[in-house]
């Protein structure tokens, strides 16, 4: 899965809590030769630690970051974690970490 897209950029944190990083990965490519089309597969991927440093994908998440994504900001508003996702030639996507019990 993580070979699905061209990788941009990523970002590591503990997104489930558990003590351990993880990793989020954005990407795609829309630039490319007209002849090869376009690399468009990525809709953001977030990898999970599985404490024994190998990683798993996490199935069905609430994201979707499509189209050419570039980079990857955390900030802090609040008390609340939030990742802003740049798209070449689109609107940022705001994603806001969810603390879990």
Known sequence: ???????????KDDFNNDGYEDILLVGNNYEISTQLGRLDALHGLLL??????????????????PGPARNINKINIQDKTYYIVT??????????KIITP
Not at 1 to 11: T, V
Not at 52 to 65: A, H, Q, R, S, Y
Not at 87 to 96: H, K, M, R, S
């Open 87 to 96: 798209i070449n030639n689109g609107n940022p996507i705001f994603l806001e």
């Open 48 to 65: 999970i630690n599985n404490k024994n440093g190998f990683f798993k994908v996490l199935e069905n998440p609430t994201f979707d970051i």
């Open 1 to 11: 899965m993580a070979q699905s897209s061209a990788i941009f950029d990523l970002q």
